[in-house]
């Protein structure tokens, strides 16, 4: 049986998952993430996304990493539904800036899909999503839009997802520095 150490003890920090499908709870709580759901979340686009928010501010006042989870635009694309997926996407940016504009400055913004799921293919492709690292001390660069072509020409570049959480972890001051 293979032991997995939670990444919370091994970079001695505390997090919470907010989400409302049970296989993220679960990844998160294997990562040592206090789980925190509601019924009133969902996996799909009827998801309480003002909830989230509140939760999501609520969290970091005692956490150093909350990971606020959406699965509607996936679960859109998988159903074949661009019009629907749209609407969770919309729904996702109107949640990120709830948080946004509450958020204490001394706090990181990452966002980042974990695949692309093409509504014309309904399954998951190897695509690179977009992504963003948004808070102090970040260089900013000439892209204002988050999309998928707008990203590709973004500072960060195409980045693997292993290198999208060590960036954060090291934003954090976890990461072990490199060379002298």
Request: net charge negative.
């Amino acid at each position: 049986m293979v032991q997995l150490k939670p990444i919370t003890q091994l970079l001695n920090i505390k997090g919470s998952c907010i989400a409302g499908e049970s296989t993220v709870l679960g990844v998160g709580k294997l990562a040592g993430f206090s789980p925190i759901t509601d019924n009133k979340m969902t996996g799909n686009i009827d998801t309480n996304i003002d909830l989230k928010a509140r939760l999501a501010l609520e969290e970091i006042v005692d956490n150093d990493i909350v990971y606020v989870h959406v699965k509607a635009p996936d679960v859109k694309g998988h159903d074949n539904e661009p019009f629907e997926k749209v609407k969770s996407i919309e729904l996702f940016d109107r949640m990120v800036g709830l948080i946004h504009d509450q958020l204490p400055e001394n706090v990181y913004i990452l966002i980042a899909a974990d695949h692309s799921t093409p509504c014309e293919v309904g399954e998951h492709t190897g695509e690179p999503v977009p992504i963003l690292i948004y808070g102090p001390g970040i260089r900013i660069d000439r892209n204002n839009k988050y999309n998928e072509l707008d990203c590709a020409y973004g500072g960060l570049g195409r980045i693997k997802g292993f290198e999208f959480v060590t960036t954060l972890h090291d934003l954090m001051g976890k990461v072990k520095k490199q060379g002298n």
